[in-house]
T-cell receptor
């Protein structure tokens, strides 16, 4: 079945370090891919998305490119801040509006000054 | 900015009791969802709801679960007889379709359900 695999956390970085969180997926068909972020005490917020192969999603300095050949959607940021500390979830979904999202296990990021 | 709200933020109940988790989706959204996250595990899909009926449900969503949109604003998840393994964070989400390939689900802050 369809699934998402994320690198395990926690990931601990110093401020201004480069971030990569790996995400790979297995899917039948052509899903859209998403990164959601959950800050402490809050709900899941959509960070970025890509709807087809080679699309790059970007937001708040984060980027991820939909790589169909490697079935990956790795999240990157060039210089993290303490305020980026959160749990990051990779997810896939299919067009149709009411289709479910399938999430990875989440990766906790801790950035220290 | 419009947001999905959920009440209560934390619910403690005894095994076998019924609980109702409440959600107010974003007002112009048409698609509604419930997900849950058992502590330390993945966020899992439970059910989607559109046009006053269930569109899809997972194997988790058995006869103990039900959903309802009792009025124009609320969307509820009922668990009839709670079990210890129902303890989890429950997230409500809603979405609207912009085009065939672009839709976003907006999530609420979650209700933490603890079954004792």
């Amino acid at each position: 079945g369809d699934s998402v695999t994320q690198m395990e956390g926690p990931v601990t970085l110093s401020e201004e370090a480069f971030l990569t969180i790996n995400c790979t997926y297995t899917a039948t068909g052509y899903p859209s891919l998403f990164w959601y972020v959950q800050y402490p005490g809050e709900g899941l917020q959509l960070l970025l998305k890509a709807t087809k192969a080679d699309d790059k999603g970007s937001n708040k300095g984060f980027e991820a490119t939909y790589r169909k050949e490697t079935t990956s959607f790795h999240l990157e940021k060039g210089s993290v801040q303490v305020s980026d500390s959160a749990v990051y979830f990779c997810a896939l979904g299919f067009s149709g509006g009411y289709n479910k999202l399938i999430f990875g296990a989440g990766t906790r990021l801790a950035v220290h000054p | 900015e419009p947001e999905v709200t959920q009440t209560p933020s934390h619910q403690v109940t005894q095994m076998g009791q019924e609980v109702i988790l409440r959600c107010v989706p974003i007002s112009n959204h048409l698609y509604f969802y419930w997900y849950r996250q058992i502590l330390g595990q993945k966020v899992e899909f439970l059910v989607s709801f559109y046009n006053n009926e269930i569109s899809e449900k997972s194997e988790i969503f058995d006869d103990q679960f039900s959903v309802e949109r009792p009025d124009g604003s609320n969307f509820t998840l009922k668990i009839r007889s709670t079990k210890l393994e129902d303890s989890a964070m429950y997230f409500c989400a809603s979405s609207v379709i912009r085009d065939r390939f672009s839709y976003e689900q907006y999530f609420g802050p979650g209700t933490r359900l603890t079954v004792t």
